[in-house]
């Protein structure tokens, strides 16, 4: 059986999509200042990252910060210490796939963490009195908000014992007019 024009109509539907999406790479160096005079870096992780995010036109701002943590010995390798320095950031992350349909005072952002911020080396300057921590991170946003999606439907009231599935022949497309 094959359905004609006057058995479809169409319905819209307001449903929660993501109505954009974008993510960022960044690698950032961050300059950390130990107490004492390092003589060599003995390990270096990064913790506790907490962050908020906003949308802000045509991309996602996400404000964040973290803990760096190097440990070092000084007083030519006999004693040791931590380094601690809670270090900001400010990610703007285009987004792409944006649907200019969803409600505007429905939007909510959501961001996931692709890569946590991950050491990737520590470096003693020149001088010495300084770390250089390079640090990785990677960023996912959503927007999640509502938008409407338009369903064909066909109208099968009096069809409700018909299978659709036991013929071989597919819908066509039809074009609907308002």
């Not at 160096?29 to 390092?38: A, E, G, N, Q, S």
């Not at 796939?97 to 409600?103: A, M, N, P």
């Amino acid at each position: 059986m094959v359905l004609s024009s006057k058995d479809l109509s169409y319905r819209e539907i307001m449903a929660n999509a993501v109505c954009g999406r974008g993510n960022k790479y960044a690698q950032t160096t961050y300059t950390v200042r130990p107490t004492h005079l390092p003589s060599t870096i003995g390990g270096c992780w990064v913790m506790n990252h907490v962050y908020e995010a906003e949308l802000v036109g045509d991309y996602v701002e996400v404000r964040g910060r973290f803990d760096i943590n190097v440990w070092y010995s000084y007083n030519n390798n006999s004693d040791t210490a931590i380094a601690k320095e809670t270090v900001t950031y400010v990610e703007q992350i285009a987004l792409r796939d944006v649907d200019d349909e969803c409600v505007r005072d429905s939007r909510e952002v959501r961001v996931h963490v692709v890569q946590s911020p991950n050491c990737l080396d520590a470096t003693l300057t020149g001088n010495g009195s300084e770390v250089l921590v390079r640090v990785e991170k990677e960023l996912g946003v959503e927007i999640i908000g509502q938008t409407k999606l338009c369903v064909i439907t066909a109208d099968l009231a009096e069809k409700k014992d018909v299978d659709f599935f036991e013929e071989e022949s597919v819908l066509e497309e039809v074009e609907i007019e308002d």
